[in-house]
């Protein structure tokens, strides 16, 4: 029994399509939240990066490590990130980025 295996290119050409998409959310975007979004798409390509190449030296787990503390230090942003979102719209009534200005929205 022959077991497929796939090619590292793969992952890291998923990897890259991610963090494209990801930056083009952040760039295009207005909406915090969808920018907010972006950001984990970001993180996330990364931790597909680091567990491809952990593929190719499964004896080393770095590439987990570092995937796990990735995931854990994007679980603490959303968490803070989201609470931030709430509290501008508390505050603004909005959650638009260019609408976001100085004083307080009446």
């Known amino acids: ?8 290119t793969y992952f890291l ?9 990801g930056i083009a959310l952040i ?7 969808v920018v907010l979004m ?5 993180l996330n390509s990364a ?3 680091f567990v491809a190449f952990n593929r190719q030296y ?11 503390f990735v995931i854990v230090v994007a679980a603490a942003e959303a968490a803070v990130a989201l609470a931030i979102v709430l509290k501008v719209y508390q505050y603004f009534g909005t959650v638009n980025l260019d609408e976001v200005k100085g004083s307080k929205k009446d």
């Open 38 to 42: 972006g950001i984990e798409l970001i």
């Open 27 to 33: 760039i295009t975007k207005r909406n915090a939240i």
């Open 13 to 21: 050409l998923v990897g890259a399509i991610l963090f494209c998409i």
């Open 47 to 49: 931790n597909l990066n």
């Open 1 to 8: 029994m022959s077991e497929s295996v796939i090619p590292v």
């Open 58 to 68: 499964p004896e080393d787990v770095q590439g987990q490590v570092f995937a796990l």
